[in-house]
Nanobody, 124 residues
């Protein structure tokens, strides 16, 4: 069992930056693939980025590529999402997710554990 707690969301103007954090507790964090998803009101939960257990490989959605960067610190049991150049369309509830197996996945149904989410609001 893994518990995930996101933090770092908030209100920011377009063009600004935020860094989200997801702290994990429970079974060895370093063996899990980690990912970020987001969900805007009335829309599906969309993939944002994923990172393998070692941090050696990452995958970002086209909509955030070159603006967002996923990273992890296994010594701190934490995964991050650095978000630069934020746009109003990035406004959503951002979720951290964990997969018990190593390997990049982009479907929400593939992930085993989820946090409660942190709200990101970008004003124009």
């Amino acid at each position: 069992q893994v518990q995930l707690v996101e933090s770092g969301g908030g209100l920011v103007q377009a063009g600004g930056s935020l860094r989200l954090s997801c702290a994990a507790s429970g079974r060895p964090f370093s063996s899990y693939t980690m990912a970020w998803f987001r969900q805007a009101p009335g829309k599906d939960r969309d993939f944002v980025a994923a990172i393998t257990s070692s941090g050696g490989s990452t995958y970002h959605a086209d909509s955030v590529k070159d603006r967002f960067t996923i990273a992890r610190d296994n010594a701190k049991n934490t995964v991050y999402l650095q978000m630069n150049g934020l746009k109003p369309e990035d406004t959503a509830l951002y979720y951290c997710a964990a997969l018990r197996y190593d390997g990049l996945r982009y479907r929400a149904n593939d992930y085993d554990y989820w946090g409660q989410g942190t709200q990101v609001t970008v004003s124009s």
